[in-house]
């Protein structure tokens, strides 16, 4: 089986840009017109305070994302490896992790929930010349539950579910 979920990445870069463009251009108005005296006249609400607002929005989904990991995930498991590689979507961690295992030395995998529950991670673990080798965690934050379903029904045919 091979699956990754690119369709979310897009959306979830998709989502920041297009709410950062938002954000400038409101900013821009309430900043270079008279725009904000009508908004202040109707609402009561100062710039000030609507510009706090616009940046306190992005900067909560930002730090979302950023607690939650948010990774593209790519899995395969057709040949005689299971290869699962990702990378997370923020500017200041660009590492790309790729994990190639063969089938016959995967011992199963394990789930991890942090952060109240935004976070979620999966590790790997591999029989290595008499040991048990535990891979570094891989977010799976941003996989829908069908996909997450999916990736757990893939490697549970190759291992265990470890706790």
Do not use: C
């Not at 005689?80 to 923020?90: P, T, V």
């Amino acid at each position: 089986m091979e699956f990754d979920n690119d369709y979310a990445v897009v959306r979830a870069q998709m989502q920041k840009r297009l709410l950062a463009v938002i954000m400038v251009v409101f900013i821009a108005l309430l900043y270079t017109t008279t725009l904000w005296r009508y908004v202040e006249n109707w609402t009561g609400i100062p710039r000030v305070v609507a510009t706090i607002f616009f940046i306190s929005i992005f900067l909560v989904y930002y730090i979302y994302h950023l607690i939650a990991a948010s990774s593209f995930i790519f899995y395969n498991d057709e040949e005689g490896k299971i290869i699962l590689r990702s990378y997370q979507l923020n500017m200041f961690n660009t590492s790309k992790n790729s994990y190639e295992i063969p089938k016959s030395q995967f011992m199963g995998y394990s789930t991890t929930t942090r952060f109240m529950g935004i976070r979620k991670d999966i590790i790997l673990y591999r029989k290595h010349q008499g040991k048990t080798v535990k891979y570094p965690p891989v977010s799976i934050s941003l996989l829908t539950p069908p996909e997450l379903k999916k990736l757990k029904n893939a490697l549970g045919a190759h291992g265990l579910f470890l706790k």
